[in-house]
């Protein structure tokens, strides 16, 4: 099958550096996405890796080793607005415009 | 320009009715998913359509069917609603039914159904 595991819960305080890590077991996929949700609201998308490295997209990076099974996502300068949950995402080879996402880490960042 | 467009918002049930969701994608967006998002979990595939033709089925029991109109809005029906249905229900939308790239999903807001 297909799994995406990541920690449920990150705490942080304003103006610091989070990492939230994801590892995966699947077979064959296009790259990782990370999406943002605030409150259960609509969950937008962040950043995507389809190579081996890192992309950084203003205070947000994203990493992907496809050796190691694992990815992170890197908010830099934390702002309370970040306090959302965030979600890893696969999509599959054979699997169409399905994504497959983690169960998601909510963050909570602190005074 | 609107983005994905869901309705209604928040709706409630008891065991055993049916459910009608709505869905407007993007203008120009032909490819429809829907996900089903428990609370606290991530959101679950259970439909995409594209060019009114489902081209991928989550691992959702047969209670469950979608469609796609010619313009491109979809619906979610529910049948014999179960507690277990309660959840959050997303729609997204894409510009193409798939790709080698991020193949970025627009989400909707969602519809909140409450089975009692």
């Known amino acids: 099958g297909q799994s995406l595991e990541q920690p449920s819960e990150v705490t942080a305080v304003e103006g610091a550096i989070v990492q939230i890590n994801c590892t995966y077991q699947t077979s064959g996929f296009y790259g990782l996405s990370w999406y943002q949700q605030h409150d259960g609201g609509a969950p937008t998308f962040l950043s995507y890796?389809?190579?081996?490295g890192l992309e950084e997209t203003g205070r947000f990076s994203s990493f992907l080793s496809r050796s190691d099974s694992y990815g992170y996502l890197l908010l830099q300068e934390l702002q309370m607005k970040d306090s959302a949950s965030y979600f890893c995402a696969v999509r599959s080879y054979n699997q169409g415009g399905k994504l497959i996402f983690g169960q998601g880490t909510e963050l909570s960042v602190k005074p | 320009d609107a983005g994905v467009t869901q309705s209604p918002t928040h709706l409630i049930k008891t065991r055993g009715q049916h459910v009608t969701l709505r869905c407007s994608p993007i203008?120009?967006?032909?490819?429809v998913s829907w996900y089903q998002q428990v609370l606290g979990q991530g959101p679950q595939f259970i439909f995409q359509?594209?060019?009114?033709?489902?081209?991928g089925r989550g691992n959702f029991p047969d209670r469950f069917s979608a469609r796609q109109f010619p313009n491109y809005s979809s619906e979610l029906n529910v049948n014999a609603l179960l507690l277990g249905d309660s959840a959050l229900y997303l729609c997204a939308s894409s510009l193409v039914e798939r790709d080698s790239g991020a193949n970025v999903l627009t989400f909707g807001a969602g519809s909140r159904l409450t089975v009692l």
């Open positions: 203008s120009g967006h032909k490819s």
């Open positions: 359509y594209y060019e009114k033709e489902e081209r």
């Open positions: 890796n389809a190579l081996d």
